[in-house]
């Protein structure tokens, strides 16, 4: 087995944390009880989940979250329709508000 592989292989296997070799001998004990406290201080379970903020952040959780909708589509349809009649009037109506052509 070339170098190139066996550095490949290695990176996808994880390093052996308890090995019966290292509990016998007192400085490797120490560190297996660091070890093992450690993970005992780690929370249990699903994480909690997060509340979304901020304009965007809800819009996302109620549309989009565990109950997904189409009207995100329907509020960009009419997002554009007011853009156009913004630009609409902006460029055109605004000139034939008093007399008309």
Known sequence: MSFVT????STLIPPKVASPTGIGAAQDAARMQRVVSFYEKLPRGPAPEVKATGLLGRYQARYFGKNPSPA???HAILGL???GYVQNYYFHLRHHKNNAH
Request: glycine letters at 0%.
């Open 72 to 74: 995100p589509i329907v």
């Open 6 to 9: 066996r550095r490949a292989l």
């Open 81 to 83: 329709m007011a853009l």
